[in-house]
């Protein structure tokens, strides 16, 4: 069992960063890959980033390939979310999540966080 809670989220302009902590409770963190999704108003969620457990392998799509890093630590059981380059359509409530495999498909994940509102204002 994985307990996963999300900060960092806030209001930004366009141009601006933000990052994204995602703590995560339970010995068996270091166990499972991370990834980050999002989901806009009317949206889908969708697939932002994901790690492996060990951290050297890492995927993105190419919406946010070269503006967002994914990282962790597994001392700390957290897992972050760097964004530079934020843009008005990054805007959405963003989720980390823990799943048994390294996968870009959100019903591979097993564990969920509350989410937190990033909105990036133009």
């Known amino acids: 069992q994985v307990q996963l809670v999300e900060s960092g989220g806030g209001l930004v302009q366009a141009g601006g960063s933000l990052r994204l902590s995602c703590a995560a409770s339970?010995?068996?963190?270091?166990?499972?890959?991370m990834g980050w999704f999002r989901q806009a108003p009317g949206k889908e969620r969708e697939f932002v980033a994901t790690i492996t457990w060990s951290g050297s392998n890492t995927y993105y799509p190419d919406s946010v390939k070269g503006r967002f890093t994914i990282s962790r630590d597994n001392a700390k059981n957290t897992v972050y979310l760097q964004m530079n380059s934020l843009k008005p359509e990054d805007t959405a409530v963003y989720y980390c999540?823990?799943?048994?495999?390294?996968?870009?498909?959100?019903?591979?994940?097993?564990?969920w966080g509350q989410g937190t509102q990033v909105t990036v204002s133009s």
């Open positions: 339970g010995r068996t963190f270091r166990l499972y890959a």
């Open positions: 999540a823990a799943a048994r495999l390294w996968s870009r498909n959100l019903q591979d994940y097993s564990y």
